[in-house]
Nanobody, 125 residues
Framework: QVQLVESGGGLVQAGGSLRLSCAASGRTFLKYTMGWFRQAPGKEREFVATISWNGGRTYYADSVKGRFTISRDNALNTIYLQMNSLKPEDTAVYYC??????????????????WGQGTQVSVSS
């Protein structure tokens, strides 16, 4: 089993920044693709960003490209999401997730097997 715990959410004004963290435990973290997703009230959960096992490849949703950066520290079993130039439409619960299919960068919610509990990000205008 894998446990994922997000932290770092909060309330920020538009144009501000936040850094989310996701700590993994219970399994070797090193070889798996990791991702960030978000879900706004009344909307489906959507892909935000994903990162390969060694951090060498990343992929972003168009809506966050150029503003968000995903990274990982395998020694700490942690991934991060640096969010800059935040907009009110970024308001959502943010989730990290682990994909057991080694070697792929995938964007589908159903393709990730393990999820954290989420952390709330609220951006005021």
């Amino acid at each position: 089993q894998v446990q994922l715990v997000e932290s770092g959410g909060g309330l920020v004004q538009a144009g501000g920044s936040l850094r989310l963290s996701c700590a993994a435990s219970g399994r070797t973290f090193l070889k798996y693709t990791m991702g960030w997703f978000r879900q706004a009230p009344g909307k489906e959960r959507e892909f935000v960003a994903t990162i390969s096992w060694n951090g060498g490849r990343t992929y972003y949703a168009d809506s966050v490209k150029g503003r968000f950066t995903i990274s990982r520290d395998n020694a700490l079993n942690t991934i991060y999401l640096q969010m800059n130039s935040l907009k009110p439409e970024d308001t959502a619960v943010y989730y990290c997730a682990l994909d057991e299919s080694i070697g792929y960068l995938r964007m589908g919610v159903r393709e990730y097997e393990y999820w954290g509990q989420g952390t709330q990000v609220s951006v005021s205008s």
